[in-house]
């Protein structure tokens, strides 16, 4: 088995202007969506946790965690791309802008009438479809939740906690996709989902652009410890909507000045490293079974409109080992004597442990170099979820599953 750390610089980068565009995440674009979130009674931001001994530890000048885990009570992030991604659907549907669409009107007796009975499918590995069906759930109506095998169990009775229709399939999550999309197109179905395919890109950009709400917040806050903006982003991938939208953002707000950002994968499906490495600028797919305990990551086939983005502006790519995402389980959950304790999932915790490692081993120097990683670096990472799988994270956490002392 392969537990190498690799990474590759971006040869196909360009600078702002000459890429893709990135007006979907523009400063206007997110505020909708922030507005839509502000509506919702249980929204607050999520905190943004200042690292300073793990900085000084890791010779940066600055560690910020968005944690994620405290997100509308669901312990990840999933449920600001899900729930935006349905109030665009509904106002098209009722022909209206989603500012005239509040949570108190989306729920009222009368918008509910004029709509009827919707069901929202989507394909998941459990934060997710656990938005989705939350989101279905608040608004009077119904989700149906296709799991891919190796899913937990844990995760899919939070799912038919929130009243969806939910089950674990004998497919790997591409191909649970691929079904899921003929089921809905039989029974009527709206599919939610943040892969995106030809034909099958507006849903999927509203929930990225839903997903900016955390990096519209994340940057506030950082403004408020009084960092400008952050010199590098580390952020995690599975089909890159999650990255490319937080590319998105920080490239659109920034420009030539953007922070400088490294997308990391599990090893196992790291079709976005290996369409980096293709250079030709076409996405790669990863096929089977993709067994990592990084199950939100384990994904194979990119979502075009992230990858398109970040082919054009990211820096560098990394296809991850598990051992470095229960490194940084462990790291976050263990602090050094004055900073906060995180607590972080598998797919949460993986571009923490990937910075301990560059950090601290000679063997990524080069890395370091070609990041300009030192004591000025401001590094941001993003904890998209809590322990949504608690027996998992106990058994790296607490005995010590998937050590990575002595490699």
Known sequence: MNEEIRWIQNNMQKKSGAGVSTGLFSKTEIEKAINFHRTFPSYQPTPLRQLNKLA?????????????????????????????????????????????????????????????????????????????????????????????????????????????????????????VRMTAVEAEKNGWVVVQDTSWEGYEEIPSWIMQGYGTMSAEALEEMNNYGVKKPTHIFIQAGVGALAGSVQGYFESIFQEDRPKVVVVEADKADCLYKSAVAGDGKPRVVGGDMSTIMAGLACGEPNLIGWNILRDYSDMFVSSPDWVAARGMRVLANPLLGDPKVISGESGAVTAGLI??????????????????????????FNTEGNTDPFKYRSIVWDGELPSAGR
């Open 56 to 176: 000084a530890n890791m010779g940066v000048g600055g560690i910020y965690v968005k944690d994620e885990s405290y997100r509308f009570g669901l312990n990840a992030f999933k449920a600001l791309g899900g729930s935006y991604a349905i109030g665009r659907y509904l106002a098209q549907r009722l022909n209206k802008d989603i500012s005239e669409l509040p949570y108190e009107v989306l729920t009222s007796p009368e918008v509910k009438k004029q709509l009827g009975d919707i069901t929202f499918a989507t394909t998941t590995d459990g934060n997710h479809g656990r938005g989705i069906a939350w989101t279905a759930r608040q608004l009077g109506q119904k989700s149906v939740v296709y799991m891919p095998k190796g899913s937990s169990q844990f995760r899919l009775d939070k799912i038919r906690e929130e009243g969806a229709e939910a089950s674990i399939t004998d497919l790997n999550y591409d191909d649970a």
């Open 356 to 381: 301990s490692v560059i950090m601290k081993d000679d063997a990524f120097k080069g890395a370091r170099e070609a990041l300009q990683l030192n004591e000025t670096s401001q590094v941001l990472i």
